[in-house]
């Protein structure tokens, strides 16, 4: 097994920078750990709560690294839908490019061909 081969891999954490509301953001894909809290959170019924742990694990500095207090992803979490809603959306749908880089739609110039297909 090569060990640190797999932790370089778990320390590079892709992330993009993006716009909500006219705000500069930086983003992360939320982790396997972040999903299961925010999903037993909301569950549970506490709304306000399983978004702040998203976004306070998904809402980055131009490091990586999570930038957000409890309180401040608290008060983001309760902040208007206006707000929060476009950020979450951004949050899914680069999670999703992570997970599938090459499937149509989540490229640059939706519905390509991915490199190397055969032309239907």
């Known amino acids: 097994m090569d060990l640190a081969a797999l932790m370089a891999r778990a320390a590079a954490v892709p992330t993009v920078e ?3 509301d006219g705000i500069k953001v930086t983003l992360r894909a939320p982790s396997a750990a972040a999903n ?11 709304r306000d ?3 702040a742990g998203l976004l306070r694990h998904c809402v980055v500095d131009s490091a990586g690294q999570p930038c957000l207090t409890d309180e401040q992803a608290l008060i983001l979490a309760k902040a208007d839908d206006a707000l929060t809603q476009p950020l979450v959306r951004k949050i ?3 999670s999703e490019r992570q997970k ?3 499937a149509p739609g989540t490229d640059a ?7 190397g297909a055969p032309a239907v």
């Open 100 to 102: 599938k880089p090459h």
């Open 18 to 20: 993006t716009e909500v």
């Open 92 to 94: 899914n749908e680069f």
């Open 36 to 46: 299961s809290a925010y999903a037993l959170a909301w569950r549970a019924g506490q």
């Open 109 to 115: 110039v939706p519905d390509q061909p991915t490199p």
């Open 49 to 51: 709560e399983a978004l």
